[in-house]
């Protein structure tokens, strides 16, 4: 269990970039839930919906899977045999507390946890590819590629899951989700201060697309059928399929 996020409660005299560093990590679980709307539906969603689309002796990729939500979500949903899931983070704190939030003894599935660029993991016979508010964090020169290379690792009939924040071409409607997103924080304990300190922390390094943006860099990584199968305000979730 994490511990309560009041990492921005006080003022900061300097505001750095974002990073997920040890105190993010010893916070990261309570962030999720205050933060983003749908959080928890979202990760309930993905072990359903890899029952659906793991198969025997294949992998599953989590690709920026932080303390491992999205792999436990997996591991609980699915008995196929000689499948390996291969959570994969960049940040050293994640990965540590990731490896001690999940239980490795699972009958059915391994977990291989990987600190490792994303960008520099081979993905090959996979069934099921995570991005849980993963690419928002890449730069967005790298993201068609990075998506290439998983419609690539994929075996057919495979699918990818990318959860993201967007944005809204409709200007008008983006300052409406935007504000209501504030308020959904302000209603789990956020103060001004709090969510101000922490959105100029992300403005540099969260960088989020449309919907359509998205669904058009789907399909330009040749993926087949792409859908929006989830959206709660200003977040949401996109199933792509090979």
Not at 123 to 149: C, G, H, W, Y
Not at 157 to 164: F, H, N, Q, R
């Amino acid at each position: 269990m994490s511990d309560r996020d009041m990492l921005f409660l006080d003022p900061i005299d300097k505001l750095g970039d974002w990073t997920f560093d040890k105190r993010v990590a010893e916070v990261f679980h309570d962030m999720m839930q205050r933060s983003v709307p749908g959080y928890s539906n979202i990760i309930s969603m993905i072990g359903m919906l890899a029952e659906r689309f793991v198969e025997p002796d294949s992998q599953v990729y989590d690709l920026g899977c932080s303390l491992g939500d999205a792999t436990l979500s997996v591991c609980r949903n699915i008995q196929v045999p000689g499948c390996t899931i291969i959570a994969v983070d960049n940040s050293p704190a994640m990965v540590e507390r990731c490896r001690r939030h999940i239980d490795s003894c699972y009958e059915y599935t391994s977990v291989n946890i990987i600190e490792a660029d994303i960008r520099d993991v081979d993905i090959n016979n996979a069934s099921l590819v995570v991005l849980n508010f993963t690419l928002q964090f890449l730069e967005r020169p790298a993201r068609l590629n990075l998506l290439k290379k998983i419609w690539q690792g994929l075996n057919p009939g495979g699918a990818l899951i990318l959860s993201e924040k967007f944005s809204f071409e409709d200007a008008e409607v983006n300052e409406l989700l935007f504000n209501m997103h504030h308020d959904f924080k302000r209603s789990n304990g956020y103060s001004e201060l709090e969510i101000s300190q922490k959105r100029s922390m992300l403005k540099n390094v969260m960088l989020i697309d449309s919907v359509e943006t998205h669904k058009a860099r789907l399909k330009q990584a040749f993926f087949s059928h792409v859908e929006l199968w989830f959206q709660y305000l200003n977040f949401g979730s996109l199933l792509a399929l090979k």
